[in-house]
């Protein structure tokens, strides 16, 4: 790996993005159910960290104590040595929730490219980051005008059509489960 000089905030940033990989690639467990506490658990590696910085394993070592004595940082120490890092903030306190339908906090990381192919990843980690997220009637398949008896027609026939030996079965009923909800609570219905 190349000695490069970075800027403490594009550092913050690098971290920020290794945060974001690291727990999209465990969202099923709803890592983030606890904010910040909970999210350390599966948080990057220093090795991660310091390949999203582009740095090396012992200066993002020297920068992450910078920031942990800062009081910027998380860290989780695991048996065999590995800690994983999080930046505090990144995830939403517990309780902050006002809505009835459990929804992800929305995120904004500021990034520059000064190259196309710099422009080309920024995209597709933005898109890997940022869930999509679709109205209610997209996700049940029906006209947003449509009556109760509809929807809920719509959201068992939605709920039948989930294939059990799908790896993610339990995400998209949970997905089903969210939109039927948002309909109900659209109406002030609770049932």
């Not at 403490?8 to 920020?16: C, D």
């Not at 597709?124 to 005008?145: E, I, K």
Request: glycine share 6%; aromatic share 4%; hydrophobic share 40%.
């Amino acid at each position: 790996m190349k000695t490069t000089t970075i800027t403490p905030e594009e550092f913050e940033k690098a971290v920020a993005r290794a945060c974001m990989r690291a727990i999209n690639a465990w969202a099923i467990i709803d890592p983030l159910r606890h904010g910040d506490k909970t999210a350390v658990l599966i948080g990057p590696h220093l090795r991660d960290i310091a390949r999203e910085a582009g740095i090396s394993i012992p200066q993002t070592r020297r920068r992450m104590q910078k920031l942990m004595e800062a009081g910027k940082v998380l860290r989780h120490d695991t048996s065999g040595g590995s800690t994983c890092w999080w930046l505090i903030g990144l995830a939403e306190a517990p309780g902050n929730t006002a809505t009835a339908v459990k929804q992800a906090a929305p995120m904004t990381i500021m990034l520059s490219a000064t190259t196309p192919e710099q422009k080309a990843s920024i995209d597709a980690l933005r898109q890997a980051v940022t869930p999509a997220r679709q109205h209610w009637s997209d996700v049940l398949g029906v006209a947003r005008d449509c009556s109760t008896s509809e929807a809920r027609e719509a959201f068992q026939s939605a709920l039948a059509a989930v294939d059990d030996l799908d790896l993610d079965a339990e995400q998209q009923r949970r997905r089903i489960r969210d939109a039927y909800n948002a309909r109900l609570v659209e109406d002030g219905i609770s049932e």
